[in-house]
Nanobody
Framework: QVHLVESGGGLVQAGGSLRLSCAASGRTFSTYAMGWFRQAPGKEHEFVGTISVRSGRAYYADSVKGRFTISINNAKNTVYLQMNSLKPEDTAVYCC???????????????????WGQGTQVTVSS
């Protein structure tokens, strides 16, 4: 069983930055694929980005590419989502997700993930 806890959400002005954290339990963190998704009010869940903890390779949605960066701290079993140049349309609940993954495929569908955090609210004011 894997337990995920997000933190770091909040209110920020457009153009500002936030860093979200996702702390994962479990002794096999190095074999996980970690994903970030978001859901804005009245909208479907949206893929944000994913990273292979094993390889360190990341992949991003076009809507955030160049502004958001996913990184890993293996010693802390934590994945980060650094969000820069935030826009009002980035306002959403952000969730991290995990799955055991030995492949090099980037997982962009919610159904591909096994474990989910509770989510953290990000609000970007104009």
């Amino acid at each position: 069983q894997v337990h995920l806890v997000e933190s770091g959400g909040g209110l920020v002005q457009a153009g500002g930055s936030l860093r979200l954290s996702c702390a994962a339990s479990g002794r096999t963190f190095s074999t996980y694929a970690m994903g970030w998704f978001r859901q804005a009010p009245g909208k479907e869940h949206e893929f944000v980005g994913t990273i292979s903890v094993r390889s360190g390779r990341a992949y991003y949605a076009d809507s955030v590419k160049g502004r958001f960066t996913i990184s890993i701290n293996n010693a802390k079993n934590t994945v980060y989502l650094q969000m820069n140049s935030l826009k009002p349309e980035d306002t959403a609940v952000y969730c991290c997700a995990a799955r055991s993954d030995y492949s090099d495929f980037f997982r962009i569908e919610r159904s591909e993930y096994t474990y989910w955090g509770q989510g953290t609210q990000v609000t970007v004011s104009s």
